[in-house]
């Protein structure tokens, strides 16, 4: 019987276009199956994800998600890439948050940011909407310092 009643909640959630998934993304951010720091179109793979990890969960501690006012043009992203310093997410499945899936997520990463757009890769594609995280009285000073360890940083 509680079986049966827990599988009608979950068909339930699911017909009312609900997600048994709740994470945030700070949460997502900080569990990423592998990592790259690009730096003028340089890849250079992560291979310590936990410290990256541990970064970014100093760096996001007590910060907000809050609307983000731009949106990804696939073209005028790979054009960006190709300068500056960006840490670009990976994840083995599709993930989604607000109905806006995402198998890829980009940084750009600036010292002095006190805040940060998310945007979300999908299938190869730049495209949509994207997320910004405030950091509340917090900068990118910690991540920019990890990933200065790599070349041309």
Known sequence: MFKTLIGCCVC???????NME??????????????????????????????????????????????????????????AIRHGVWLKLQYNETKQ???????????????EFTGFNIIRGNKG???GRCYYID????TMQPLYEFVNRFDKV
């Open 22 to 79: 709740t994470k945030t993304i700070q949460e997502y951010l900080t569990s990423s199956n592998q990592a790259q720091v690009v730096v003028d179109n340089v890849y250079y793979n992560v291979d310590n994800l936990t410290q990256l990890n541990v970064v970014l969960n100093e760096i996001l501690q007590d910060s907000h998600t809050m609307p983000a006012f731009g949106v990804s043009i696939h073209n005028e992203t790979l054009n």
């Open 12 to 18: 339930a959630t699911m017909l009312l276009g609900g």
């Open 97 to 111: 948050i607000d109905d806006m899936p995402f198998d890829e997520l980009l940084i750009e990463i600036n010292k």
């Open 135 to 138: 950091l509340i009285g917090n």
């Open 125 to 127: 594609i730049y495209e």
